[in-house]
């Protein structure tokens, strides 16, 4: 009888963690992400900043588009504008620092996921779908490098092919993934051509493949072409570019958070977009936060989740260059079914230490642990604030990689370059004098049905009408550029809100030609996308009907 009344107690025990656990996911689901906080963690990406060349000291009262946001995405939107039409005049709004958000935290691969759920697509949303899903994701590492290349930033940017390793240390989740490969080789042989796999005696103890250099406990990996590059330095880059190039076009003000998107009948025809540094009307507003897009669009909050992720920079052990081929080779690890962990390497430093601590580069740049990150029994699921690292995840990122690598393969610890006492870098920062040099973390857009949120932003979804007034092409007046408010010489969509949001971790292989698809529906120009952009990522009620936000939950629970 005690033993029964015992178990009895587990089970209601049990049963209460889990109602206590289910509530607080659904509050932190239902709230608000907030704007992003003012102090946040500093990405090593970051340092030392890219100067923009100096803006207006305040807001102008009309842009033809105002774009939220100034990551890849923002950029994107941009850059892709002004490559067709010069003459709008476009204002980036930004929280914070510039690209201070995801791009500028995240790991810096460029890997496609495309054996990994190419069936799940094609028996959800069919073969052709499918086939479009995997070319528009592999298409983004020749457009960045084809961009980097002509804008002269290729070697800043470090945008590169990579040979990529999938490392497997579970056996379901590897059994699962040679399936997977399997099924899409046989429906897209060309493009699946450079996938191989290693079982373990292959990968690792054969004396021909020992070039891969793991950990003993590696069961096989999946190795294929892939990308990395320095999301910061692109994206950065590029602005400082497009606003010498475009001074009368373009304006990118930063620590200018949006508070508030209204429209009605008495705002001429236009949106009023709020800030603390005042308010600029306009036809049309781009949302381009991702995981922070449903703090003005509330309606996507049981669409588009937060979720924080931990990164690190850490200074490889000195026997590594032959596993990671000192940056020529990107990794993501699996040791489970659920979650995964990533690296990329920066590349040697061919002129100056940037970042001041006398190491040359070659920083790896260490992400995941999410699974284990876990508070109250949830991982980090709504979580908006990148104010300060979880200390769970930071300590497992912080000893992996001699487990995945092997001690052998790994070597002696590596000291600074500077003799463990870095001087300060710029603006004062100092980094670890260990293995790790610097901690931070960054917020995820995860998105209910595990696919970017792409396009023209539906009234019902928006939570307020778009302006009913025609804006058209204003006529020439003489050889001035100025504008009256509702003229706009370059045609455009018809007015309204413009997202693209929710990559779901995945945002380097979605985000840039997600912006270029949005720049061309804003430029009412759709007919120009219709072969390479995937119609499952557009914004419909009918989607926002069918997303669920439970099969996230299942995904990652």
Known sequence: MGSALSKARLVLHALSQLSETYDLLNERLHASPGLPIPNPTLPFWTVPATVLPTQPSELPAYADIVIIGSGITGTSVAYNLLKRETGLKIVVLEAREVCSGATGRNGGHVNPPLYHDYEELKDKHGERVARIMVAFRRAHLPEVQR??????????????????????????????AKENLAKWRAAMPTESSSFRSYEREEAIKSARLQKFHL??????????????????????????????????????????????????????????????????????????????????????????????????????????????????????????????????????????????????????????????????????????????????????????????????????????????????????????????K????????????????????????????????????????????????????????????????????????HAWLSGKALAHMLLDKDDEIRDWFPDILRVSEKRYKEANIENLIKRFM
């Open 147 to 176: 961009i980097a290349t002509e804008e002269g930033i290729l070697e800043r940017s470090q945008c590169r092919e990579t040979e990529h390793l999938d490392v497997f240390t579970c056996p379901k989740a590897f059994a699962e």
């Open 215 to 436: 950990s003993d406990e590696v069961l096989g990996c999946i190795v294929n072409s892939g990308g990395a590059m320095h999301p910061y330095r692109f994206v950065t880059s590029l602005l400082a570019k497009l606003l010498t190039r475009h001074p009368d076009s373009l304006q990118v003000h930063e620590r200018t958070p949006c508070t508030a998107v209204t429209s009605g009948a008495d705002q001429n025809g236009l949106y009023t977009v709020t800030t603390p540094r005042g308010a600029i009307r306009t036809p049309h507003v781009v949302h381009a936060t991702n995981a922070w897009a449903s703090h003005l669009l509330p309606a996507l909050r049981m669409k588009i989740s937060a979720a924080r992720s931990s990164m690190s920079a850490q200074r490889p052990g000195r026997a590594l260059s032959a596993s990671t081929r000192d940056g020529g080779r990107s990794f993501v690890f699996y040791t489970g079914q659920t979650g995964y962990d990533y690296l990329t390497q920066l590349l040697p430093s061919s002129s100056t230490d940037e970042d001041g601590d006398g190491d040359g580069g070659r920083e790896l740049m260490f992400g995941g642990g999410w699974a284990r990150a876990c508070d109250d029994g949830l991982p980090e699921i709504g979580v908006s604030d990148d104010g300060v690292v979880n200390h769970a995840s930071q300590s497992y990122l912080a000893g992996a990689l001699p487990q995945y690598f092997g001690l052998e393969n790994w070597g002696p610890e590596a000291e600074s370059g500077a003799g463990g006492k870095p001087e300060p870098g710029p603006g004062g920062v100092r980094w670890g004098v260990g293995r790790t």
């Open 438 to 509: 610097a901690q931070w973390c960054g917020i995820l857009g995860i998105s209910a049905d595990m696919l970017p949120w792409v396009g023209r932003v539906p009234e019902k979804i928006a939570g307020r009408p778009a302006p009913r007034g025609e804006v058209r092409p204003a006529p020439n007046k003489g050889t001035s550029d100025e504008k009256e408010e509702g003229e706009v010489k370059a045609h455009l969509a018809a007015p309204g809100e413009w997202v693209s949001a929710g990559y779901t971790g995945e945002g380097m292989v």
